[in-house]
């Protein structure tokens, strides 16, 4: 989801959540994110997991060349951005980059600064509320849905998986990448593995961040 500030001071107050920026390089790009924590808390800054789940897309060689992609609470847009680079080629990805209202202006700043002008274009910035915004993307659509941290609020988890289910086909895949933190994490697993097949298909021990390959029915194809 987003948009749900922390305390500074809180266990969360680490230098580089509160600096103004975040450098990456993925794709053979430099990705200079702004980051705001004071005005929107959680969505604007740059977790583990985005990072984590960028280096699995680049470093295990998924194609995302013609796919179509959209990624959930996407924050500060690194994950969509990566994703947006990666599917470069004669056929290129189109990616849709989603969080609430209150983050696209700033989303959207991220996403134009540091993607090319012939791959803007492909990379489309737009509003989901889990659950509420549903009628304005087709079901079954979507080649690979994307999620990094977006696991934390229980009161989300119905609308998150309704949406997951809303957004996907049989050849879909899920990839959510989150830290186990609490009795809550595993709780949304098991409402997970309730509706889709689940595997771990990547664990970051430095970090302490897991990636999860979601997919209807009993499937567990390779990418």
């Not at 050849?171 to 689940?198: A, N, P, W």
């Not at 029915?217 to 390779?222: A, H, L, V």
Request: aromatic content about 10%; some cysteine; proline content about 3%.
């Amino acid at each position: 989801m987003a948009l749900v500030p922390y305390e500074e001071g809180g266990g969360w107050g680490a230098r580089q959540l509160h600096s103004p920026w975040a450098t990456y390089r993925f794709a053979g790009s430099t990705i200079r994110l702004r980051q705001d924590w004071r005005r929107l808390g959680v969505a604007a800054v740059v977790w583990d997991a985005a990072v984590v789940l960028c280096a699995y897309l680049e470093i295990g060689g998924i194609d995302l060349r013609d796919r179509s992609v959209i990624e959930l609470g996407a924050g500060t847009g690194l994950l969509g951005i990566v994703a947006t680079l990666l599917g470069k080629g004669f056929f290129c990805a189109h990616v849709t980059i989603t969080d609430r209202a209150a983050a696209l202006e700033f989303l959207e700043s991220n996403v134009q600064a540091n993607l090319p002008s012939e791959l803007r274009p492909r990379a489309v910035v737009k509003e989901l509320t889990w659950g509420k915004d549903l009628d304005n993307f087709p079901p079954g659509a979507f080649d690979f849905i994307l999620g990094a941290d977006i696991v934390y609020l229980e009161e989300t988890f119905a609308e998150l998986l309704q949406t997951l289910e809303h957004l996907c086909s049989e050849q879909t895949v899920i990839l959510l990448s989150c830290r186990i933190r609490y009795e809550r994490d595993h709780k949304f697993l098991k409402m997970l593995r309730g509706r889709f097949s689940v595997y771990e298909v990547h664990y970051d021990s430095s970090k302490d961040v897991h990636i999860y390959k979601a997919q209807k029915g009993s499937r567990k194809d390779d990418f």
